[in-house]
């Protein structure tokens, strides 16, 4: 049987609650697990640019090297060609990705520390994904910014933004009222934490969109503007409106 997803009525009620629960597990059983409706919900995800290409395959524990003390039964290795937004655009694909597997009741977390034992040029980032007995929590149990460093308005509109995961939780993204939008800028990290984390913070800021485009599926829409305020430590990403 072939399952079909779409972001209306209860499914996508159900993908922007995941958000308030979501937990990056690493505890995971040793169960299997039918990959089909996850290969069908990622033919149907929306990319925050069309134009860019990407792709991805899923592995199992023994197919890929890692350097994290934990591990799990499956991971969904990312491919994508490159340029100013592909990262951007990776993480935006595939933490709806994260937040349907959530919503069936399967674990996920990014892994920075992970490779393919084959070098692929295209390679850019691991998921790892499991059955798992502990992959939520309450909302309070949430450490992330004050509104008040993440954006210039206080607008609990950007509250599923507020709660996206990030590479050592670094949080890299703030928004800047444009109109009836917001300017999406990326925090320019310090020498010490560009060595670690800056790779992924472009992956960070399309998961923090994620969020943002499930809880307001109807609205929500990315451009790249020609004019727009430079903000000092920070790189703009693009334009919003939710």
């Not at 990705?97 to 892994?111: E, H, K, R, T």
């Not at 703030?174 to 109109?179: E, H, I, L, P, V």
């Not at 020498?191 to 943002?212: T, Y």
């Amino acid at each position: 049987m072939m399952f079909k997803y779409n972001f209306t009525g209860d499914f996508a009620m159900d993908l922007a609650s995941q958000i308030y629960i979501r937990k990056s597990c690493r505890n995971y059983l040793d169960e299997e697990i039918d990959m089909g409706p996850i290969h069908d919900f990622i033919s149907t995800v929306k990319p925050l640019d069309e134009n860019i290409d990407y792709y991805y395959k899923i592995f199992e524990r023994d197919e890929v090297k890692l350097k994290t003390r934990w591990s799990a039964p499956y991971y969904l290795a990312l491919f994508s060609k490159g340029g100013f937004l592909s990262g951007v655009n990776i993480g935006f694909v595939f933490q709806q990705v994260s937040l349907f597997m959530q919503s069936i009741g399967i674990g996920s977390c990014w892994v920075g520390l992970g490779s393919l034992k084959e070098k692929n040029p295209d390679f850019v980032i691991l998921i790892a994904f499991g059955k798992s007995d502990n992959m939520t929590r309450d909302v309070s149990g949430f450490k992330r910014k004050n509104f008040s460093e993440i954006c210039d308005a206080d607008d609990e509109r950007l509250i599923p933004a507020q709660l996206a995961p990030s590479a050592i939780n670094s949080q890299p993204w703030y928004f800047k009222r444009s109109g009836d939008g917001f300017d999406v800028y990326m925090k320019k990290q310090n020498l010490i934490k560009r060595q670690f984390i800056s790779k992924w913070n472009p992956i960070d800021v399309g998961i923090a969109l994620a969020h943002l485009y499930v809880a307001n599926e109807n609205t929500f829409s990315f451009e790249l503007k020609n004019n727009f305020d430079k903000l000092k430590g920070y790189v703009y990403i693009g334009s919003i409106r939710i």
